[in-house]
């Protein structure tokens, strides 16, 4: 919308961080996205979460849980992992080339960061908490819900995949099932990072990937709809994720 002139003013750039455990429609659409807008795309990266999990570290090299896995303790006792990958992979990234961009001259209010969040999941909008970002989010100013932003989307003829870590714990099940279905090489490999996770050193008990605290490549996904799965994200996502 930014590059048809329909929000404006236009961008200076846009700002992508890749955890390196997106599905590769996500690659494959950033790539058109580098190549068709009339404004820098960048690429961030602080790691990849995928290995850094399965190695049970996080980006400054220090052990502990960098993805809230579902955990069952030996009692049976269920809980979920420390929640650190949104902050590290994607908003600290993102802050450091924005500061970056403006030459580290980081007074009140120097960016305006635009955040994609629709009326859906209104509720993931959350304040900068840095002084010199100001966040500003142009599709709720639009009371736009997703499918309107799919409707805008295909005028201009494009459909964007959803963006999120092939191994996200906050899939709900209508995700998986999409995964499973169109994308089985990623599903197997969210499945074997899933029993890799199980037995971890420092946890009692056991990690899953799926809130069911089932093995994903055992879950029964096909009565999602019916027990009325919450949506992509729970509320502990900083929103950032998933834009
Ligand atoms: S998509 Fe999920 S696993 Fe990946 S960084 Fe975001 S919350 Fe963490």
Redesign the pocket.
Known sequence: MAAHGEIGPMPDCAIFAD?G?EPRAVYEHLGRLRDALPFPVHVVSAGD?RSDAIAKVNTTGQRFAA?PWFVRSPRGKDGIGRRQ??KE??LEPIRRKASELINGKRRRGAVEMWVGISLDEAWRMKPSRRQYIVNRWPLLERQMRQRDCEAVLARFGWKAPKS??I????HDDAMWRDLRDNAPEEFADACEVDRIIRHQPGIRGEQFMHRSRVPLDQVDLSTAAERGQPDL?LNE?EGM??V
């Open positions: 955890t455990w979460i993805i990958c949104t992979y994607k999120a870590c191994g996200c714990p906050f994200f996502c994720c998933g």
